[in-house]
């Protein structure tokens, strides 16, 4: 079958043809420059309303050239998400050429295409997929027929933000290129880093980067630091996503994937832990129609087609909103990892009752030895030394702060009997005989609501509580790892560990209602309504359903 993509979301007005006999792929792209600053909405749609029909005419020739006079079984467009004037110019000329050449329209999700381009060149099974594009950022993971967000960025997509910097500093769009220019030979200097589980955000470190350059930093070391920072991030969720998943196969997608220093630290990632890596070449990574049209024939082939009356554009498409045809259920990644942040970042905390072990997870190494527990934060080679070592250094001090903080507030926690900031190793005492999970009764899923909310009084946030996270030992219940805790007072973080508790019920029981009501019941008692309220508020976003 030979498909006809089209790609137009924002800047890159595209066409292409692809053979799914003998894999060929050939694409027409005239990319839309702003002469300053950003992409101004108006102009990229004045821009796609002019390039879409000459690509198509060229794509079009091509394929009547090497294919003869009736090249294509049907036309695939992106969908969504995107900017609407421009989506609504590429609807339109799809919707236009299928009846034209009388062959079925297919409406692609070009966040999955993103994803499943990199699947296609790789051969690999069932990746986890880095997409680190202009707009958006995410890591997905096909389980039951969805493609699951396992963790996206809480604010602005990595492109989006590294090019608000660059506007900031009078560098035309796009950014991304112009600071891996300027990065080279950059120091060091520090930037915030933030990791919520398996979530980020670039918001603070955008404002950071901008007030270092306004106080006179040099921008090389900006743009430096920059990478250095947003990359880390990335690539230690996908190591993350990678750990609990337990998929040992990572593809890369989106037009910040052209980077040279983000694909070594992720091919480092992987090699370290002996996982497979693939990233497309930079054609198949920026927008481009090439991956419309491989999806697109995928898609037809399952018969994934859609009638013009119902073909209408989606500026806030959801890659988790896309039912998967073209693939089989046997290929899901593990079933114990739910579409929330968080969930055992350490792999495993102190892991099962029985006998001494060692368990080594995303981010630490914990060994069990009598008694007692030893929790060693790793260096990671992929991680400039300086940044290596403050997030080694400040997580294991926050981790043993806020196992003692919390048993102030009335929380059994481990006691920590000694704490090597230089080493970032923790000792602490072995506690529970078993995990809630192998112990999951009303009564202590009660109680893990009750020590939530004094947390949460105490401006402490747990930011891992899943069921591998409690430890039982007869009636008394222990919180464990509290690696990804943080201090705040804000209803967001609490409802969010309250969200990440339910999901692994949600993940660990059949029957997880009673469980749910009586988690909720246990933190009623001691907590806030408001918090609940929140949490039913996270449950009807997009990504949760
Ligand atoms: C919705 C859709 O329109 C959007 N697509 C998009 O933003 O174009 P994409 O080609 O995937 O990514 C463009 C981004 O990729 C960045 N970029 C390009 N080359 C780069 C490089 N060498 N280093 C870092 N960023 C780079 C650009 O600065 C820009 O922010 C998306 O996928 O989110
Ligand atoms: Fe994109």
Redesign the pocket.
């Given at each position: 079958m030979r498909v006809l993509g089209i790609e137009g979301?924002?800047?890159?007005a595209s066409a292409a043809v692809f053979d799914d006999a003998g894999g060929d792929v050939f694409v027409e792209s005239d990319a839309y420059e702003p002469d300053s600053g950003g992409i101004h909405p108006r102009e990229a749609a004045e821009h796609m309303g002019e390039a879409i029909p000459q690509v198509i005419a060229r794509t079009l020739a091509r394929a009547r050239e090497e294919y003869g006079p009736d090249p294509i079984d049907a036309v695939a467009f992106?969908r969504?998400?995107?900017?609407g004037p421009?989506l609504r110019i590429v609807g339109t000329a799809a919707r236009a050429l299928s009846r034209t050449l009388e062959v079925p329209l297919v409406g692609v999700n070009?966040?999955v295409a993103?994803l499943e381009i990199g699947r296609h060149l790789s051969g690999f099974d069932s990746p986890v997929c880095l997409?680190?594009?202009?707009?958006?950022?995410h890591l997905l993971g096909y389980r039951d027929g969805r493609y699951r967000v396992l963790g996206e960025t809480m604010d602005t997509?990595?492109?989006?933000?590294?090019?608000k910097f660059?506007r900031h500093v009078g560098w035309s769009?796009?950014?991304?290129?112009?600071?891996?220019?300027h990065a080279e030979g950059g120091d060091y200097v520090e930037l915030p880093y933030v990791v919520k589980g398996m979530d980020f955000s670039f918001s603070g470190i955008m404002s950071a980067a901008k007030a270092a350059y306004d106080d006179g930093v040099p921008v090389e070391d900006v743009c430096n630091s920059l990478?250095e920072h947003t990359f880390a991030m990335l690539t230690e969720v996908a190591e993350r996503a990678l750990s609990l998943t337990g998929t040992d196969e990572l593809v890369l997608?989106?037009?910040?994937?052209?980077?040279?220093?983000?694909r070594g630290m992720l091919g480092e990632m992987c090699a370290a832990r002996g996982a497979e890596f693939y990233a497309p070449e930079?054609r198949f990574?920026?927008?481009?129609a090439g991956m419309i049209a491989v999806l697109g024939a995928k898609m037809a082939a399952a018969g994934d087609v859609v009638a013009v009356a119902e073909s209408a554009i989606d500026p806030d498409f959801r890659p988790d909103e896309v039912p998967v045809t073209w693939r089989d259920d046997g290929e899901s990644v593990s079933r114990s990892v739910g579409p929330v942040s968080g969930s055992t970042a350490d792999g495993g905390g102190t892991g099962d009752a029985g006998d001494d072990a060692d368990l080594r997870g995303a981010e630490a190494v914990v060994e069990i030895s009598g008694e007692a527990v030893t929790k060693r934060r790793l260096p990671k080679g992929y991680r400039h030394p300086e940044l290596d070592a403050s997030l080694r250094r400040d997580r294991t001090v926050t981790e043993a702060r806020l196992l003692a903080d919390a048993r102030k507030q009335g929380v059994p926690t481990p006691l920590v009997w000694d704490v090597d900031v230089t080493e970032a190793t923790i000792r602490m005492q072995r506690v529970g005989e078993r995990d809630l999970a192998a112990a999951l009764t009303d009564e202590h899923v009660r109680t893990v609501g009750g020590y939530l909310a004094r947390l949460h009084a105490a401006d402490v946030v747990h930011g891992d509580p899943t069921t591998r996270n409690v430890r039982i030992d007869g009636d008394r219940v222990f919180l464990v790892d509290f690696g990804l805790g943080y201090g705040s007072g804000h209803v967001e973080d609490h409802a969010m560990d309250l969200h990440v508790f339910e999901q692994s019920l949600e993940g660990t029981a059949a029957e997880p209602e009673a469980l749910v009501a009586a988690f909720e019941g246990g933190y009623a008692a001691v907590g806030e309504e408001t918090v609940l309220e929140r949490l039913r508020g996270i449950e009807g976003r997009g990504r949760y359903q």
């Amino acid at each position: 079958m030979r498909v006809l993509g089209i790609e137009g979301t924002a800047w890159c007005a595209s066409a292409a043809v692809f053979d799914d006999a003998g894999g060929d792929v050939f694409v027409e792209s005239d990319a839309y420059e702003p002469d300053s600053g950003g992409i101004h909405p108006r102009e990229a749609a004045e821009h796609m309303g002019e390039a879409i029909p000459q690509v198509i005419a060229r794509t079009l020739a091509r394929a009547r050239e090497e294919y003869g006079p009736d090249p294509i079984d049907a036309v695939a467009f992106s969908r969504g998400p995107g900017l609407g004037p421009c989506l609504r110019i590429v609807g339109t000329a799809a919707r236009a050429l299928s009846r034209t050449l009388e062959v079925p329209l297919v409406g692609v999700n070009h966040m999955v295409a993103h994803l499943e381009i990199g699947r296609h060149l790789s051969g690999f099974d069932s990746p986890v997929c880095l997409n680190a594009s202009g707009a958006n950022a995410h890591l997905l993971g096909y389980r039951d027929g969805r493609y699951r967000v396992l963790g996206e960025t809480m604010d602005t997509g990595v492109g989006n933000a590294l090019d608000k910097f660059t506007r900031h500093v009078g560098w035309s769009h796009p950014g991304g290129p112009k600071i891996e220019a300027h990065a080279e030979g950059g120091d060091y200097v520090e930037l915030p880093y933030v990791v919520k589980g398996m979530d980020f955000s670039f918001s603070g470190i955008m404002s950071a980067a901008k007030a270092a350059y306004d106080d006179g930093v040099p921008v090389e070391d900006v743009c430096n630091s920059l990478q250095e920072h947003t990359f880390a991030m990335l690539t230690e969720v996908a190591e993350r996503a990678l750990s609990l998943t337990g998929t040992d196969e990572l593809v890369l997608g989106g037009g910040v994937g052209q980077n040279d220093r983000l694909r070594g630290m992720l091919g480092e990632m992987c090699a370290a832990r002996g996982a497979e890596f693939y990233a497309p070449e930079p054609r198949f990574l920026r927008d481009n129609a090439g991956m419309i049209a491989v999806l697109g024939a995928k898609m037809a082939a399952a018969g994934d087609v859609v009638a013009v009356a119902e073909s209408a554009i989606d500026p806030d498409f959801r890659p988790d909103e896309v039912p998967v045809t073209w693939r089989d259920d046997g290929e899901s990644v593990s079933r114990s990892v739910g579409p929330v942040s968080g969930s055992t970042a350490d792999g495993g905390g102190t892991g099962d009752a029985g006998d001494d072990a060692d368990l080594r997870g995303a981010e630490a190494v914990v060994e069990i030895s009598g008694e007692a527990v030893t929790k060693r934060r790793l260096p990671k080679g992929y991680r400039h030394p300086e940044l290596d070592a403050s997030l080694r250094r400040d997580r294991t001090v926050t981790e043993a702060r806020l196992l003692a903080d919390a048993r102030k507030q009335g929380v059994p926690t481990p006691l920590v009997w000694d704490v090597d900031v230089t080493e970032a190793t923790i000792r602490m005492q072995r506690v529970g005989e078993r995990d809630l999970a192998a112990a999951l009764t009303d009564e202590h899923v009660r109680t893990v609501g009750g020590y939530l909310a004094r947390l949460h009084a105490a401006d402490v946030v747990h930011g891992d509580p899943t069921t591998r996270n409690v430890r039982i030992d007869g009636d008394r219940v222990f919180l464990v790892d509290f690696g990804l805790g943080y201090g705040s007072g804000h209803v967001e973080d609490h409802a969010m560990d309250l969200h990440v508790f339910e999901q692994s019920l949600e993940g660990t029981a059949a029957e997880p209602e009673a469980l749910v009501a009586a988690f909720e019941g246990g933190y009623a008692a001691v907590g806030e309504e408001t918090v609940l309220e929140r949490l039913r508020g996270i449950e009807g976003r997009g990504r949760y359903q």
